[in-house]
């Protein structure tokens, strides 16, 4: 079973786990390299990104990446993962979120309700702890994109004026299941990973030699361009007549499968890149954005987790103690062990 696609993944999953025990001694990194991090969304896909990070959580590698980019579902899940709670976050989608409360049927102009998420979960109910992501020796990039211009553009969550809620919000707004536009400083927003859904070359301007990239799709998945019915309702609830956007929002999906040919090492990369990409199974329980099906999600997330931690050499025969219903005392979100490399013993926070 292939576990790591990419470009020389090897060598990033190596430089990866070196990192992660010279973090665990408390010792800086020394190595010249610049590793970035990209999470990919998709609304309730966004359980197998949520869980892989989880997976690295639990290998303690919370803390070794230079940078951590994300759009729409994928920059909440970095958020909450920069913070330590990515094992506290995947349980969000089975347990929570998955309800006519926050996902309604399709004929509703408003299919998701993105208001009272970030309100009354992300902010609320299931805090995320901001101030450890601005604490966080990680720079968080946020994909937003300009519904005037169709330009897709990185927010650093750490220095931006705009609170850091509002960023992810606007990164989420999804314009054919949310429906409205989030101001980001005048600027109309909505879901970067409509424009820009894997931001690696935008990584790799930034200097990053290294890459993992968490997909919410298999490898063998393909974006297709959009149907004549989705790009009516794109041009009503969001282009509004912006003929630069539409042509923007049409050819999205040729932008897309090049990038995810990059990170599945089919295309080749700028020279010197190392990318490791760890995707769903062909066989792995199939999600789509508005899944709402907790034993399907909760499956999603229990390979995924196994998936990550097989990716880097721990070998996991029950999952039950990584993933597990939340509960309350979950809200210290203790650091949680390295496992061993035998895979024998693997336990969380």
């Known amino acids: 079973m292939t576990t790591v696609y990419g470009i020389n993944p090897a060598n990033a999953i190596g430089l990866l786990k070196e990192r992660g025990a010279q973090a665990q001694r408390g010792i800086t990194p020394s190595d010249r390299r610049k590793i970035g991090l990209i999470v990919e969304g998709g609304a309730m896909r966004g359980v197998i990104s949520c869980a892989a990070l989880q997976g690295?959580?639990?290998?303690?590698?919370?803390?070794?990446f230079d940078e951590?980019?994300?759009?729409?579902?994928?920059?909440?899940?970095?958020a909450y993962f920069l913070a330590g709670q990515a094992g506290y976050a995947t349980t969000i989608y089975y347990q929570t979120i998955n309800t006519t409360r926050f996902i309604r049927r399709l004929w509703h102009r408003q299919v998701v309700d993105l208001d009272e998420l970030f309100q009354s979960i992300v902010g609320r109910e299931r805090p995320l702890h901001t101030e450890r992501v601005l604490a966080s020796r990680s720079k968080l990039f946020v994909v937003l994109a300009d519904a005037n211009t169709g330009e897709a553009f990185l927010a650093h969550a750490q220095s931006s004026a705009i609170p850091m809620l509002t960023l992810l919000k606007a990164s989420s707004a999804m314009p054919l299941l949310y429906n409205r536009l989030v101001d980001i400083e005048g600027r109309p927003c909505f879901d970067g990973g409509l424009i820009n859904p894997l931001p690696i070359m935008d990584?790799?301007?930034?200097?990053?030699?290294?890459?993992?990239?968490?997909?919410?799709?298999?490898?063998?998945?393909?974006?297709?361009?959009?149907?004549?019915?989705e790009q009516g309702l794109f041009n009503m609830r969001c282009a509004r007549g912006n003929a630069r956007l539409m042509d923007i929002y049409r050819n999205a999906p040729m932008r897309a499968n090049t990038l995810r040919d990059i990170a599945l090492g089919k295309q080749e990369g700028p020279s010197g890149i190392n990318i490791a990409t760890i995707c769903p199974g062909e066989t792995d329980p199939a999600i789509e954005r508005t899944t709402r099906n907790?034993?399907?999600l909760k499956s999603a997330a229990i390979a995924s987790v196994r998936r990550t931690l097989l990716a880097f050499g721990y070998p996991v025969e029950e999952i039950v103690e990584i993933i597990r219903p939340f509960r309350a005392a979950e809200s210290t979100f203790e650091t949680p062990p390295i496992p061993s490399e035998s895979g024998e013993t693997v336990s969380a926070a």
């Open 294 to 296: 907790a034993l399907l």
């Open 203 to 229: 990584a790799i301007e930034n200097g990053c030699t290294d890459l993992v990239v968490l997909l919410t799709r298999p490898a063998s998945y393909r974006e297709c361009v959009p149907s004549g019915i």
């Open 68 to 78: 951590v980019y994300g759009a729409s579902a994928g920059a909440v899940n970095a």
């Open 56 to 64: 690295l959580e639990e290998l303690g590698m919370t803390q070794v």
